[in-house]
């Protein structure tokens, strides 16, 4: 790896600690430099605008909703201006099912398209990978009942966060690449055009 390739890894890597740092601690100034005027966070509560997701995030605290993150180890790809990570991850989410206190944690990765403009790396999009989650009740005694149809109407990679943000009130998008399967190799096809093709435009696709 030659010192500009190192550089640039090193400044992706802290970009993408500071995302979930910053959010997390609701810092919302600093969480927005971050990312490009015209990034795009893709979730399964929310698809749309970096600014519309500060807003949405701003929204939810002021709700008590507590969704947190914690990172896993990098890989990135660069190709001049234009880098593709993905990095290991959890996201957990404490909230009421059926007036029952749960914890859900949701293991996956965060794909990241960035992009260096003006001598400055920021997110362009970001995209989770839903591998694998699961609940359990906050006070492991409580007996939890769930409606099966509706648990099982959600992919399996995130059939439990699904359902928490569901019962809580979120619209919840029951298309989003998981561990395998056609939306995933759709995203890994999306990743390599960004490296490859100077003027592949990310937004001439669908992703809502």
């Known amino acids: 790896m030659t010192q500009n390739q190192a550089d640039n890894t090193q400044q992706l890597t802290e970009l ?11 810092r919302w100034e600093r969480f ?3 990312w490009h005027n015209d990034g795009r966070m893709m979730a399964t509560w929310f698809q749309g605008t970096a600014d519309e997701f500060i807003e949405a995030n701003k929204e939810g605290w002021s709700k008590g909703v507590v ?6 180890g990098s890989t990135i ?8 990570a993905q990095t290991k991850m959890t996201i957990s989410q ?7 206190l ?9 794909y990241d398209f960035f992009e260096r403009r003006s001598g400055r790396w920021g997110f362009v999009l970001r995209q989770p ?13 409580t007996p939890l009942h769930l409606d ?25 998008k029951k298309s989003m690449p998981g561990l395998k399967g056609a939306e995933v190799e759709e995203l890994y096809r999306r990743g390599d055009k960004w490296l490859s093709q100077a003027d592949f435009d990310l937004w001439s696709v669908s992703w809502v």
């Open 16 to 26: 993408i600690q500071n995302w979930a740092l910053w959010r997390d601690a609701g």
């Open 32 to 34: 927005r430099t971050v």
């Open 67 to 72: 969704i947190l993150h914690f990172l896993g």
């Open 77 to 84: 790809d660069l190709a001049g201006d234009r880098a593709v």
């Open 94 to 100: 404490r909230g009421l099912v059926d007036g029952v």
């Open 102 to 110: 749960c914890d859900v944690v949701c293991t996956g990765r965060f």
């Open 129 to 141: 990978i839903y591998e694998k989650d699961r609940m359990d009740p906050v006070d492991p005694g």
């Open 148 to 172: 099966q149809d509706l648990l099982m109407s959600f992919p399996e990679g995130y059939r439990y966060l699904a359902y928490l943000q569901t019962r809580v009130g979120y619209d919840v």
